[in-house]
């Protein structure tokens, strides 16, 4: 952390005994620049006053006229650009969904705290916070028209990254996820977010679906030729399966590429509800009967949701990330992926857990008996040049790390 006499910090409670309590812990780590307030509409006077404007809210929840959760939604309005520590009574349950309401916000957050606050506790999460980078501030990420999106494709910009999905039981690759990226001549690569929706909105999604699809048959019959046979999974929208012409379209391109259907997989994900279910549900049975697998996505967020595993015959349940990463020291996390998992064995799906980012998570899903993982903890989505590079690396880990032998703790 930088000088802490130069960190401005908002103390904002009810109780008169917090905030002397809080100022004392503060004073002791260093922290002499600090302002308390008792109640939400002075804190905002403070916020508004731009030679004082604090990097740092401790924020409590509970309080009488203006809540916690309702400071945040004015913190918004005025363009806040410091971050939180939520110090409250509330139980878990509410601080987690308070975290995620900040989150949803775009306001940094480094944590929350019960009360009575431990000094200890309260230091290890001000050593987490640094100061943004000035270019970061204010700045929004850039919107692009359909019609740079479709000069975009036409011009051959779309790129295909890979990500793996490992088996847990063995460490062994078992297929790769295909994820699309933009290679903008002057903005650099630009990632899905910035550019699905739009495809969505503008009806490229299907011309965008075509060219991913077409390059990842095309590597997958490469690796294959290299003697590295492979799953490949293709995200598909519920959009790409309005017409027949899908259908086709894929079943065309692997049997003249000679890619077999059994390996690849077509990770359904439905943004927005489907207001005529027939189209899609025919080819999605069809491409089912021809032996392609599919995968339901995002299991448990937005659509995907059990009327989707009631109605379509999915090979593949993939645990949302959301559900997966910190499961195994969160108990409503726990609950909701092991929920997860017990429907997909009760259905005899393949489980895949998405959002693996360390250790703990691995051994979780070791403990569980989950299928496959995917995240960061093996690797980030790479080129298809550097995954044979990436193999050689990830299985020495396997056996350094003893990512498979005996019994996670």
């Known amino acids: 952390m930088t000088d802490r006499s130069a960190v401005n910090i908002l103390v904002l409670d009810d109780e008169s005994f917090m905030l002397k309590l809080l100022g004392r812990i503060l004073l002791n780590l260093g922290f002499t620049s600090v302002i308390f307030c008792d109640n939400g509409r002075s804190a905002l006077e403070q916020i508004t006053d731009a030679s004082g404007r604090p990097n740092l809210i401790l924020l409590d929840l509970n309080m009488p006229e203006m809540d916690g959760i309702e400071f945040v939604r004015h913190l918004v309005d005025r363009h806040y650009s410091g971050s939180l520590i ?11 969904t308070a975290e995620k309401l900040v989150r949803a916000h775009k306001i940094p957050i480094l944590g929350y705290l ?12 001000l050593e987490k916070w640094t100061p943004p980078p000035a270019e970061a501030i204010g700045v929004a990420k850039k919107v692009y028209s359909s019609d740079e999106l479709r000069a975009a494709i036409d011009n051959g910009e779309l790129i295909n990254y890979y990500q793996p999905k490992v088996a847990v039981a063995t460490g062994e690759l078992i297929g ?30 299907d011309k965008l679906t075509r060219v991913v699809f077409m390059g990842a048959m095309t590597q997958v019959k490469a690796w294959e030729e290299a003697h590295l046979p492979l799953r490949i999974a293709v995200n598909v929208s519920m959009d790409n399966l309005a017409s027949l012409d899908f259908l086709n379209f894929v079943a065309e391109i692997t049997t003249k590429l000679g890619v077999a259907a059994h390996n690849v997989v077509l990770e359904v994900t439905e943004t927005r509800l489907m207001q005529d279910t027939r189209a899609p549900l025919e080819i ?24 989707q595993l009631r109605d379509i015959p999915f090979d593949e349940l993939k645990i949302d990330q959301g559900f997966v990463h910190g499961a195994w020291k969160d108990e409503t996390l726990r609950a909701m992926y092991d929920a997860s998992l017990s429907l997909a ?16 998570d691995w051994d979780l899903l070791r403990r569980t008996g989950c299928d496959l993982a995917q995240g960061t903890f093996m690797s ?30």
């Open 380 to 409: 980030r989505p790479m080129l298809a040049a550097d995954l044979p590079g990436w193999i050689e690396k990830w299985r020495e880990r396997v056996r350094k790390e003893s990512l498979t032998a005996g019994d996670s703790k």
């Open 176 to 205: 790769v996820e295909t994820l699309a990226r933009w290679r903008h001549p002057v903005d650099g690569l630009i990632f899905p977010d910035q550019f699905i929706s739009i495809a969505e909105a503008s009806g490229l999604i």
């Open 114 to 125: 019960h009360k009575p606050v431990k000094p200890d506790a309260l230091s290890a999460m």
């Open 284 to 307: 999605l049975t069809r491409l089912r009967l021809k032996r392609f697998r599919l995968s339901i996505d995002d299991f448990g967020t937005g659509h995907s949701s059990l009327a």
């Open 86 to 96: 939520l110090i409250s009574g509330e139980d878990e349950r509410m601080l987690q």
């Open 345 to 360: 064995r009760q259905l005899e799906m393949e489980v895949v857990a998405e959002g693996v980012e360390d250790r703990n």
